[in-house]
């Protein structure tokens, strides 16, 4: 490994200047394409709704939709309110699947395995706490 390096960085000092700048506008590019080209992913998250009304009202669906969306990467947030299961679409070139979840924490509710923080769950309406 350590000798491939080694060859890698001779090579690149013994580039000329004009051949590295080439070198980086094309390694530059190609990652700007993969990312843009990075299809979205969806996946269903599990949390515990407690009020009836919550399609309705101003702590539940809104707020997760609103709370999720905010991350950068996400395309789409839509609470599931009769199963109970919210469903993201987004890039993982710029966002994974733990982020997402944390972020539902913070909008006071549960995602699957991984249980609200309570300091959020303060802030709900009564009926809509645990
Ligand atoms: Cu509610």
């Not at 890698?8 to 390694?27: D, H, Y």
């Not at 469903?87 to 924490?105: E, L, T």
């Not at 699957?112 to 009564?126: I, M, R």
Request: aromatic content about 4%.
């Amino acid at each position: 490994m350590k000798s491939i390096i080694n060859e890698l960085q001779l090579k690149l000092i013994t580039m000329s200047k004009r051949q590295t700048i080439l070198m980086a506008f094309i390694m530059l590019t190609f990652s700007t394409t993969i990312l843009a080209q990075t299809p979205n992913t969806v996946v269903t998250i599990k949390t515990k709704i407690y009020c009836d009304h919550c399609s309705k009202c101003e702590s539940c669906q809104s707020r997760i939709e609103k709370t999720i969306k905010k991350l950068k990467g996400v395309k789409a947030a839509t609470l599931d309110v009769i199963n109970s299961r919210i469903k993201v679409s987004f890039n993982p070139a710029q966002v994974n699947v733990k982020s997402i979840k944390d972020q539902i924490n913070k909008s006071g509710y549960d995602a699957d395995d991984q249980k609200a923080t309570v300091e959020y769950v303060e802030q709900l309406d009564g009926c809509c706490k645990q």
